[in-house]
């Protein structure tokens, strides 16, 4: 079945450092690729999305590439902020096209 | 439009007790979906409905588990006899069609613990 799996963590930066959060996943066929973030006390937002391969998803400074051929979704950041620190959620959608498939989560904390 | 909303926000309950948990999804959004998230890890699917039919549950969802939404509004989750396996955060999101082609909205989830 479908899965996504996410770098271990957690991850503490310093204030304009740059991240990366790697995430790979394996699904059939042409899956679309999720960010989400979790904000402490909040619900779940998308970040950004990629719907087909070589597709650059981005919001908020945040960049993922959908690459087919590593089954990737990397999360990358130039400069990360305090207000950056949240739990962020790798997902996917398979080709059947109901539900989203969710990685393990990666807690980032920027400190000043 | 408030988002997603879900009721209680906690419950503590005993074991072998029952409990319903109450999401109201964004007006108009004609897909609503549970998810449960346990300590650690990503949220796990766990059924969803499109208008007031139940389409896919999933294996996650045993016999003890019940889901509705009537009129298509407003969706209950039931467990029944909980157990202690079953303390998590459950999570209802919204959209208006699939979510490869809409951005699905989550509520802010009910903590369930099991004593």
């Known amino acids: 079945g479908d899965s996504v799996t996410q770098m271990e963590g957690p991850v503490t930066l310093s204030e304009e450092a740059f991240l990366t959060i790697n995430c790979t996943y394996t699904a059939t066929g042409y899956p679309s690729l999720f960010w989400y973030v979790q904000y402490p006390g909040e619900g779940l937002q998308l970040l950004l999305k990629a719907t087909k391969a070589d597709d650059k998803g981005s919001n908020k400074g945040f960049e993922a590439t959908y690459r087919k051929e590593t089954t990737s979704f990397h999360l990358e950041k130039g400069s990360v902020q305090v207000s950056d620190s949240a739990v962020y959620f790798c997902a996917l959608i398979g080709t059947s096209g109901s539900r989203l498939t969710f990685g393990e989560g990666t807690q980032l904390t920027v400190n000043p | 439009d408030t988002g997603v909303s879900q009721d209680p926000r906690h419950k503590i309950t005993k074991r072998g007790q029952n409990v319903t948990f109450r999401c109201d999804p964004i007006s108009e959004h004609n897909r609503l979906y549970w998810y449960r998230q346990t300590l650690g890890q990503g949220p796990e699917f766990l059924t969803y409905?499109?208008?007031?039919?139940?389409?896919?549950k999933s294996r996650l969802l045993s016999d003890r588990f019940s889901a509705e939404r009537p009129k298509g509004s407003f969706s209950t989750l039931e467990i029944q006899r909980t157990e202690q396996g079953d303390s998590a955060m459950y999570l209802c999101?919204?959209?208006?069609?699939?979510?490869?082609?809409?951005?699905?909205?989550f509520g802010q989830g009910t903590r369930l613990t099991v004593v």
């Open positions: 409905f499109q208008n007031e039919a139940q389409l896919e």
């Open positions: 999101a919204s959209s208006l069609g699939g979510f490869r082609d809409t951005e699905a909205f």
